[in-house]
């Protein structure tokens, strides 16, 4: 399915945040589960501000590399390099306090908050004020949810959702909820945001406001996007580069145009007999 | 008033309010969750820095000035810099395609567009080609518009700094500007809602602006403590004149809520006391109302019908010459107290003076429900030739199906064919560039043909029937009036939108569009699936529900021997709504009858040839089938009750 997107973006040949040298670099990743290769000897770079997919069949990999990046799972070889400096150990806190937010494909929010609170909740980063300042509402405290606050009604904003500000997340439907969860991500305010399918399961008019609302995060605060996407028409109109896993192998890299037209993404693809 | 008369001009007026109340809200928005208020200091120093800039740019006395996008402050202080100096204000309704600008850019010759946003821009941008007088679009929301490089943008922020800069420079050529203008002088150009054919560009002299806005200040005992909201499209007269021309003859503050999805619960923050509504307005909030109630079910639910038919009933005793009873009055009171308050209260209409319903006419039944509550609902008469006050029904003055008598200054004149004429200082000056179809409208004598059917009553309250050309006969020769009957089926919260046949027909049947939220909702209820708007309409069970509503309807038809004969025969669910998008419905959320007519001809056809299915042409080869069902239709029985 080919989603459109709106023309004056694409266009554009001049971007507000230029691409830049490599944020993040993924050198011979190899992640096995007991017997079984998840992902075999896998290197890849994203550029800094550039929207990078990575696409493929199911159970070629994708959500695992996406879980490499920011720490989940420890991969058995292979380094992750962020802005330069050799990361080893990665964990879900430390990709957090280096700038890399992400979504779930199975939105993952605190589903009886409100869409403020969930939002809110993102921005955990950002408060220096301790436990007790909080409680007793001390200077620090105060002048930080106001200013959390401030950034937060900017997201909202941003994404177009103040009427469900007050709403328990769980009423909302789920192309909101994926918005929602869009949302707390930006809150804290990433280098690199992760966004696990962030497409799946919508219609097509779902899809083209998360399209544009990808877009246009890249371009207003030119966060550099790393995004997994099963939609090919979806990932072909948004992305600057596409790496393509099939079997945990990567067998295609390059920008969409050669992708799609490389004789092995259209095996995997459309399927070859072996 | 306070207000001295010598003001003949809107920018007159917004200095005299800078001198009287500078320091007064003039507006507020509700913006990333707080409102900020505009002063009208605040209104008129952002009105003279745009306007600077602009005669830096060339603007000229009499230019025509497009504005499109939504209630905003910045809307309203472009408005104002525009007639400042001495421009033409043609508010253009915000969510027209790209192809129904064409027109109106064309026909008025814009020079300047205000556009909101990148929508709004792209809008413009895309007929660009097909309209060359267009120099100069100002955007205001800068979101997305980095890579646009067209020579004709500049953004709303640029041309305010740049303003302030030459304010110093300004103030002779701008005082003098402001003094210049007089009350004769073009102020807008509204397009009409176009019902039947293109629209035309109506004028609007500052004169007849001004006077109408002040007859209904005085008939309503405004102040500038009013607080009214915002929310209706600005390429609409009625909105202009409550948002825009009223608030600067009276002072009062204006809130632009923050979306159009949060109007509901931003109106309950600010608690508006002074309100305008269309009926589709006022029915979508009751369909809110009856949808949250039966959610709530119970207790809830059984007192808010108790309370409602306790209304009815003291209601008819009243009607019928009776001053009711102690009992009654009590009744009246505890309901007040535990049903109508809260309900006003959630409406965010508890510091409602009054509401005025315009725009088409309202069901009677929907205008008393929302008085039953308490809440001072008027209907209006007036359309943008008339510079829209014509009737306004006088406090303690109002009935259930009139409009009340003819305001200040308003003559009414019928023709033998029942049309209403109406001469009035607040008629427009012409139809831009269409000499003709001024002489056509406006006779040498100033009377306006309004195109409606209506009559005065014995009791001096005038009475609209129809549109004129939607007046016609069952082939019977039965007077048929469409209007009447679809507006009480309309009143069924799972009924959104009908249209119905009857003219040159030997009975009346109908189309229904349903209201996907409610009639969805009461498929849930009931375990009914579905997998979208099409599916339901097309359901067994919703044909049922549908055909119970119509049931009733027509059981209501029979008891009045005029419209005995106008009970809905057979009828069909559109599988989609009816949308302004695809031409069937105006801006306003008006019926297009004769091009929903149209497209649905063979549905149409098929209503009257007794098949009980149709397929229509959706384009690209894809056709659907729909099915088309009987209706109950009751004898006619003479009215029991004196009415």
Request: with cysteine.
């Amino acid at each position: 399915m080919n989603v459109p997107v709106q023309p004056s973006i694409l266009q554009s040949s001049e971007r507000a945040f230029a691409i830049g040298a490599p944020i993040l670099e993924l050198d011979s990743i190899s992640l096995r589960f007991g017997g079984v290769h998840a992902i075999t000897n896998v290197s890849f770079n994203v550029l800094e501000h550039e929207i990078r997919a990575i696409i493929g069949p199911n159970g070629a990999g994708k959500s695992s590399m996406l879980n490499v990046i920011n720490g989940v799972y420890v991969p058995q070889e292979g380094t992750i390099t962020f802005r330069g400096e050799r990361i080893s150990g990665m964990n879900p806190p430390l990709a957090a306090r280096l700038g890399i937010a992400r979504t779930f494909q199975n939105i993952a929010l605190f589903k009886g908050m409100s869409v403020l609170d969930n939002i809110m909740a993102g921005r955990y980063l950002r408060t220096h004020a301790n436990f007790l300042e909080v409680a007793f509402q001390l200077p620090r405290a105060r002048r930080e949810e106001t200013q959390n606050r401030e950034a937060v009604e900017e997201i909202i904003e941003f994404l177009e959702i103040e009427h469900i500000r007050k709403t328990p997340v769980s009423r909302l439907p789920y192309g909101l909820q994926k918005r929602v969860e869009l949302g707390r991500a930006l809150a804290a305010e990433p280098k690199v945001l992760l966004l696990d399918e962030p497409m799946a399961g919508m219609n097509i008019e779902e899809k083209q406001d998360m399209c544009r609302f990808i877009l246009d995060v890249n371009d207003h605060y030119g966060t550099t996007v790393v995004l997994i996407e099963h939609d090919m028409g979806v990932v072909m109109d948004i992305s600057d580069r596409v790496v393509v896993l099939d079997y945990g192998k990567k067998i295609g890299d390059g920008t969409p145009e050669e992708v799609r037209s490389n004789q092995n993404v259209i095996d995997a693809y459309l399927g070859v007999a072996h | 008033m306070a207000i001295d008369n010598a003001a003949d001009t809107l920018p007159k007026l917004l200095l005299q309010h800078l001198k009287e109340r500078g320091d007064r809200p003039a507006l507020r928005e509700k913006s990333r969750g707080i409102w900020r208020t505009v002063t009208w200091r605040g209104l008129a120093d952002e009105a003279a820095a745009l306007a600077a800039a602009l005669s830096e740019r060339g603007l000229q006395r009499g230019a025509h000035v497009a504005l499109i996008g939504d209630n905003r402050p910045r809307l309203y202080a472009a408005m104002s810099a525009v007639q400042w100096l001495g421009g033409v204000a043609v508010p253009l309704y915000q969510d027209a395609t790209p192809d129904e600008l064409v027109a109106p850019i064309q026909r008025a010759e814009i020079t300047y567009v205000f556009a909101e946003n990148q929508e709004q821009v792209d809008k413009i941008l895309s007929i660009l080609p097909q309209c060359p007088t267009v120099r100069c679009i100002v955007y205001d929301k800068d979101r997305g518009m980095r890579h646009y490089k067209q020579p004709q943008l500049v953004s709303y922020d640029t041309l305010l700094q740049q303003g302030k800069e030459l304010l110093a420079s300004k103030q002779g050529l701008l005082q003098a500007e402001a003094a210049r203008g007089n009350g004769q002088d073009a102020a807008f150009l509204f397009f009409t809602s176009g019902t039947a054919g293109p629209a035309k560009g109506v004028v609007l002299t500052y004169a007849s602006m001004i006077d109408r806005a002040r007859v209904a200040a005085a008939v309503e005992g405004l102040s500038d403590a009013e607080v009214a909201m915002a929310y209706l499209p600005p390429g609409w007269i009625g909105q202009n004149l409550f948002a825009y021309v009223q608030p600067m003859v009276v002072g009062y503050c204006i809130c632009c809520p923050e979306s159009s999805d949060t109007m509901l619960a931003d109106m309950r923050e600010m608690g508006p006391s002074y309100f305008l509504a269309t009926p589709r307005v006022l029915e979508s909030l009751l369909t809110q109302v009856s949808m949250r109630l039966e959610d709530a079910g119970g207790l809830n639910l059984a007192m808010y019908e108790r309370g409602m038919a306790a209304a009815r009933r003291s209601r008819a005793r009243t009607a019928a010459g009776g001053s009711g009873s102690i009992g009654d009055r009590l009744i009246a009171k505890v309901c007040n107290l535990l049903i109508y308050g809260p309900l006003r209260d959630v409406l965010g209409m508890s510091k409602l003076k009054v509401a005025y319903t315009a725009g088409d006419a309202i069901e009677p039944e929907l205008l008393m429900l929302y008085r039953t509550l308490g809440i001072n609902l008027k209907q209006l008469y007036g359309s943008t030739e008339t510079g829209f006050f014509v009737a306004i029904p006088g406090n303690g003055d109002v009935k259930a199906d009139s409009v009340g008598r003819a305001a200040q200054g308003v003559e009414l004149k019928f023709t033998p064919q029942r049309e209403i004429l109406v001469r009035s200082p607040g008629l427009f000056k012409e139809y831009y560039g269409d000499p003709e179809g001024t002489q056509q409208a406006k006779s040498a004598e100033g009377w306006f043909h309004t195109g409606d059917v209506g009559y005065l009553g014995d009791d001096g309250h005038l009475r609209i029937v129809d549109r004129m050309k939607n007046v016609g006969a069952l082939n019977d020769g039965t007077l048929y009036a469409p209007r009447l009957i679809e507006n009480k089926l309309k009143l069924f919260p799972y009924i959104k939108e009908v249209i119905s046949f009857g003219d040159k027909r030997d009975n009346v049947c109908t189309l229904i569009d349903i209201d996907f939220a409610a009639t969805g909702r009461w498929a849930d209820k009931r375990a009914i699936s579905y997998t979208g708007h099409a599916d339901l309409a097309s359901r067994d069970e919703v044909y049922e529900l549908i055909a119970d509503c119509i049931a009733k309807v027509n059981a209501e038809l029979a008891q009045n021997p005029a419209l005995a004969k106008s009970q809905i025969h057979r009828f069909a669910i559109l599988q989609k709504e009816l949308s302004p998008d695809e031409g069937l419905l105006t801006r306003t959320g008006k019926l297009r009858r004769a091009v929903i007519a149209e497209r649905f001809k063979p549905l149409v056809d098929a209503l009257y040839s007794g098949r009980t299915e149709a397929s229509i042409d959706l384009g690209h080869g894809a056709s659907v089938n729909m099915k088309i069902s009987n209706a109950k239709v009751s004898a006619a029985t003479p009215a029991r009750r004196a009415a």
